[in-house]
């Protein structure tokens, strides 16, 4: 027999829950996995034979910095929004980006320096130039190092506006995926019914 009335209407709703947290081994896994990412990145870098190439190659570099850049991108926000744990692959999606920003630029310092030493204050390796890359990543500016030609201050200039606008835009973007996928996965919200309502109101509860 089935129960009418104002019982019926007060019947259990069960209420969507947040999102299930990662657990610490999915952590673990992605911070390693992160690692490993971070670490062939500049293994390529350290160990890739692009200071030999031919000149004018500097631009077909940035060409295709820029399309990696763009299939990495989409291809980060498309797992984000399908990951079961959005917050944790966006995080590791933000380095990976940080890495495309940092690295390529790194890697035309060198190489425009290898052309010219007199580009820079100071002839620069490999290390000279990423960590050049990162003091005007960090806007830190310690002086030592910095651009004499026009060349390589269109460059740097280049990477501060790259740095300022990308960096922003992806970060609202990641974390607009990530609240989206996170709202999907707790479900819609239940309806509140209006006896509950009524019971949780003191005055109307008094009253009865």
Same mark, same amino acid.
């Given at each position: 027999?089935t129960?009418?009335?104002p019982?019926? =209407?007060?019947?259990?709703l069960?209420?969507?829950?947040?999102?299930? %947290?990662p657990?610490?081994?999915v952590? /673990?896994?992605s911070?390693? &996995?992160t690692?490993l /990412?971070t670490?062939?990145?500049?293994? /390529?870098?350290?160990?890739?034979?692009?200071?030999?190439?031919?000149?004018g =190659?500097a631009?077909?570099?940035?060409?295709?910095?820029?399309?990696?850049?763009?299939?990495?991108?989409?291809w980060?926000?498309? =797992?984000v929004? &399908? =990951?079961?744990?959005?917050?944790?692959r966006?995080?590791?999606a933000?380095?990976?980006v940080?890495?495309?920003?940092?690295?390529?630029?790194?890697t035309?310092y060198?190489y425009?320096s290898?052309?010219d030493?007199?580009?820079?204050t100071q002839?620069?390796?490999r290390?000279?130039?990423?960590?050049?890359?990162?003091?005007?990543?960090?806007t830190v500016?310690?002086?030592?190092?910095?651009?004499?030609?026009e060349?390589? %201050?269109?460059l740097?200039?280049?990477?501060?506006?790259?740095?300022?606008?990308l960096?922003?835009v992806? /970060?609202?973007?990641l974390?607009?995926v990530?609240r989206?996928r &996170?709202?999907?996965? &707790?479900?819609?919200?239940a309806?509140?019914?209006?006896?509950?309502?009524?019971?949780d109101?003191?005055?109307? %509860?008094?009253? %009865?």
């Amino acid at each position: 027999m089935t129960a009418t009335g104002p019982a019926a =209407s007060r019947g259990p709703l069960a209420a969507p829950g947040p999102p299930p %947290r990662p657990g610490v081994g999915v952590a /673990v896994l992605s911070v390693l &996995r992160t690692l490993l /990412v971070t670490v062939l990145a500049l293994l /390529v870098y350290a160990e890739a034979p692009w200071d030999r190439l031919r000149d004018g =190659s500097a631009v077909a570099l940035f060409l295709a910095w820029l399309v990696l850049l763009g299939v990495a991108l989409w291809w980060q926000l498309r =797992s984000v929004a &399908r =990951s079961p744990h959005p917050w944790l692959r966006a995080a590791q999606a933000v380095v990976l980006v940080l890495l495309l920003l940092v690295v390529p630029f790194a890697t035309v310092y060198a190489y425009a320096s290898a052309q010219d030493p007199a580009n820079f204050t100071q002839p620069l390796t490999r290390i000279d130039a990423l960590y050049f890359t990162v003091t005007v990543f960090a806007t830190v500016g310690f002086g030592d190092i910095a651009p004499v030609t026009e060349a390589a %201050r269109v460059l740097v200039t280049l990477q501060m506006v790259i740095d300022l606008v990308l960096i922003g835009v992806i /970060v609202k973007v990641l974390t607009g995926v990530a609240r989206r996928r &996170r709202d999907v996965l &707790r479900g819609p919200a239940a309806p509140v019914l209006l006896d509950d309502a009524m019971d949780d109101d003191p005055g109307v %509860r008094d009253e %009865r």
